[in-house]
């Protein structure tokens, strides 16, 4: 499932490629992608729109026509691949260019919005800080903590708590950090509170620099697969030696998700 770095690089991507030119049409195979509009109107909407900016809020990639905004949710398995039409495009957006703009989605559960205010969107107004931005500061992220509860990992993947980190990130800024994906937040002393901030910042940064992680279907804009994954110490490594102790990683069900952790080096 594709989370802050994979969305990022695909806004990355799309903004030296698409940005100034046109949508002339759109192809919409899969009608229950497009939400809040009927497929007739969104058609209508979009076409012809100039594509003025790209943006990212949380796992939201965000293209910003003249008077509206186009808010893409890739959720589980969506991609967003420039190039030829593809045949397997739920929702193919043709350019001026000639080129095509195609939302690919095996399990049909993306998401694609037309609004004229993506602040205004419930799920977005909700959302925590975005922990890449200068305003996401230590004092910012102790803020947030104070009087949590909750188990560590499933808090780092609230996105109402900070946004854009899923499963995959949250195991690997927490084995970072050295602590155990089950802590309940509130048991947490100062230093490792310090050592998880630290460890969003990096992993997400890490994450972005070798252009996200293709575990299952995510793809960036080319189409291409990123090269994180290869470097993931404790995410889908279940029953493989820890790279620093070399314990086997473990994998437990945590909230209804597959954790990987290193029982010994994550406390
Ligand atoms: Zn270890």
């Known amino acids: 499932m594709p989370e802050l770095p994979e969305v990022e690089t695909i806004k990355r991507d799309l903004e030296s490629i698409i940005v100034g030119k046109k949508i002339k049409d759109v192809e919409v195979k899969r009608a229950k992608i497009i939400k809040e509009l009927s497929v007739e109107n969104f058609i209508k909407r979009v076409q012809n729109q100039e594509i003025k900016g790209i943006s990212r809020r949380g796992k939201m990639l965000i293209l910003k026509f003249s008077n509206q905004y186009l808010v893409v949710h890739l959720r589980m398995t969506g991609q ?16 001026s260019d000639g080129k095509y703009l195609n939302f690919l989605d095996r399990r049909v559960m993306g998401e694609i919005r037309l609004i004229n205010n993506w602040q205004e969107l ?23 903590l104070r009087g949590k509860k909750a188990q560590i990992k499933p808090l780092l993947m609230d996105q109402s708590f900070i946004a854009g980190i899923g499963n995959l990130y949250a195991a690997e ?29 990096e992993v997400l940064r890490e994450g972005i620099k070798y252009r996200g992680s293709s575990v299952n279907t995510y793809r960036d804009a080319y189409g291409k697969k990123g090269n994180f994954a290869q ?8 029953g493989q030696p820890c790279f620093k102790c070399g314990t086997l990683i473990k994998k437990i069900d945590l909230g209804g998700r597959g954790t990987y952790f290193c029982p010994t080096c994550q406390k």
């Open 122 to 144: 419930p799920f977005i107004q909700k959302m925590g800080p975005e922990p890449l931005e200068k305003e996401f500061s230590l004092e910012k992220f102790q803020e947030i």
């Open 173 to 201: 800024i927490l084995f970072r950090a050295k602590v155990s994906p089950l802590c309940p937040a509130d048991s947490l002393n100062s230093a490792e509170v310090r050592e998880i901030y630290l460890a969003i910042k």
């Open 80 to 95: 967003i691949i420039y190039g030829d039409k593809q045949q397997e495009s739920k929702v193919a957006f043709r350019l």
């Open 231 to 238: 470097r993931l110490h404790v995410y889908n490594r279940a």
